[in-house]
Nanobody, 127 residues
């Protein structure tokens, strides 16, 4: 299982970026895919997740209305569209994959649910 993020960069506040998470070695239909981020000096936090298997999507309250997660199964890729970016969104963004099944969908918003991680992509938002 391999996950590779791309699409990070430097943007001004109010700008947009689209992150991509390309997977190989597994079928996206069988996995939940999550996006997490870690800002300097802070703990890693969940941003969004999607699972076609469980018909689940979730977006953190801090980014709701600005970030959208989507999946293209034909390309084994998950996207995170980020609009109206703020300086507080500055962080390394990680893509993660989970083959585990949780009855409570809240578990998919937590790091422990994910066994596979990408290397991360830096997102920097200037004010």
């Amino acid at each position: 299982v391999q996950l590779v993020e791309s699409g990070g960069g430097l943007v001004q506040a109010g700008g947009s970026l689209r992150l991509s998470c390309a997977g190989s070695g597994f079928t996206f239909d069988d996995y939940a895919i999550g996006w997490f981020r870690q800002a300097p000096g802070k703990e890693r936090e969940g941003v969004s997740c999607i699972s076609r298997r469980d018909s689940t999507t979730w977006v953190a309250a801090s980014v709701k209305g600005r970030f959208t997660i989507s999946m293209d199964n034909t390309k084994n890729t998950v996207y995170l569209q980020m609009n109206n970016l703020k300086p507080d969104d500055t962080a390394v963004y990680y893509c993660s994959g989970s083959a585990a099944y949780y009855v409570n969908s809240v578990d998919y918003t937590r790091e422990y649910a994910y066994a596979y991680w990408g290397q991360g992509t830096q997102v920097s938002v200037s004010s």
